[in-house]
């Protein structure tokens, strides 16, 4: 069965420092891709999507993530995070014939001062 | 509209009354989603329309829960004799097939 793993359900890191989010994903083809943000009281807001091609993605707010079919993975990236970073990070993943979106359980990241 | 409009925006109700959410989607958006969002959850899928095929119903937790979509358009999630574990957020989303989802800003459901 197609299936999106976030293995990390809360991560806390220092204002400044890099931050990783893993996503991990089950299935056959290569799916569609995507990592959301959904800040305090704010509703879902895309930050990057793979479809194919290149297989590092640039996303808003200076987010990156880079898929690796060998590992079914599709981690997130930032090289210095700000406070407003802090949020639930959601992987998704658009699957089958019919794409349907399949999430993760979401990762919440604190960023400490 | 511009985006995914969702209503009502907060919804209190009695327990054991039914309850209708609408959600209008982006115009020429062919796939629709419901989600459902607890408290510091994740998104718990509920169903999925797209295009005229057969909707995705293996998500709804009961056969309490039913959603319409008409004409391909704005669809509606129903809960009949609401419990108190039906308390959430109810999120609708809607797509072009295969592409990146928009959000509605929810439906808060609370159950007394």
């Known amino acids: 069965a197609q299936s999106v793993t976030q293995p990390d359900i809360h991560i806390t890191v220092s204002e400044g420092a890099s931050l990783e989010l893993r996503c991990n994903y089950s299935?056959?083809?290569?799916?569609?891709l995507f990592w959301y943000v959904q800040s305090p009281g704010q509703g879902l807001q895309l930050l990057l999507k793979?479809?194919?091609?290149d297989t590092l993605v640039q996303g808003i707010k200076g987010f990156e993530a880079e898929f690796k079919r060998s590992q079914s993975s599709f981690n997130l990236r930032k090289p210095s995070v700000h406070w407003s970073d802090a949020a639930e990070y959601f992987c998704?993943?658009?699957?089958?014939?019919?794409?349907?979106?399949?999430w993760g359980l979401g990762t919440s990241l604190a960023v400490n001062p | 509209g511009a985006g995914v409009s969702q209503s009502p925006s907060n919804k209190v109700t009695e327990k054991g009354k039914d309850v209708e959410l609408r959600c209008d989607p982006i115009s020429g958006h062919t796939a629709l989603y419901w989600y459902r969002q607890s408290l510091g959850q994740g998104l718990e899928f509920l169903i999925y329309?797209?295009?005229?095929?057969?909707?995705?119903k293996s998500g709804l937790p009961s056969d309490r829960f039913s959603a319409e979509r008409t004409g391909g358009s704005v669809s509606t999630l129903t809960i009949q004799r609401t419990q108190q574990e039906d308390s959430a957020v109810y999120l609708c989303?809607?797509?072009?097939?295969?592409?990146?989802?928009?959000f509605g800003q929810g439906t808060r459901l609370t159950v007394v």
């Open positions: 329309f797209q295009g005229n095929s057969a909707p995705d």
């Open positions: 793979y479809f194919s091609g």
């Open positions: 989303a809607s797509s072009l097939w295969g592409d990146k989802a928009f």
């Open positions: 299935y056959g083809a290569t799916p569609y």
């Open positions: 998704a993943v658009g699957a089958g014939n019919n794409r349907k979106l399949i």
